[in-house]
């Protein structure tokens, strides 16, 4: 499966992006994660289905992850962006057998991240 995430950019805070990941291929379970410099990377959001999402907790109303199964594409919409959102996000895909969650270690597949940079 490979992964292919658009989107990024710079905007002021307060701000919007949307972040865009195609999959080549049908692939059950996908999430966000990011990465700021000089620090680990983490979980941001992850689609089960339209009724189950899950958010790293101080993200949660500002950012929101959908998907298109049709066009095998996740998206994030991040609004009201902060400088300390400033990170590469990169889309992940799994192929477990339940639900991954925001569990970094259970993602198989990874893109080759987005730059998103957030001025004060």
């Known amino acids: 499966v490979q992964l292919?995430?658009?989107?990024g950019g710079?905007?002021?805070a307060g701000g919007?992006?949307?972040l865009?990941?195609?999959a080549s291929e049908y692939?059950?379970?996908m999430a966000w994660f990011r990465q700021a410099?000089?620090?680990?990377r983490e979980g941001v959001a992850a689609w089960r289905s339209s009724s189950l999402t899950v958010y790293e907790d101080s993200l949660k109303g500002r950012f929101t992850v959908s998907r298109d199964n049709t066009e095998n594409t996740l998206y994030l919409q991040m609004n009201n962006l902060r400088p300390e959102d400033t990170a590469m996000y990169y889309c992940a895909a799994?192929?477990?057998?339940?639900?991954p969650g925001l569990s970094e270690a259970s993602y198989h597949y990874w893109g080759q991240g987005t730059q998103v940079t957030v001025s004060s």
């Open 94 to 99: 799994s192929s477990a057998g339940s639900f």
């Open 4 to 7: 292919v995430e658009s989107g």
């Open 27 to 29: 692939i059950y379970w």
């Open 20 to 22: 865009s990941c195609a």
């Open 16 to 18: 919007s992006l949307r």
């Open 10 to 12: 710079s905007v002021q």
């Open 37 to 40: 410099p000089g620090k680990e």
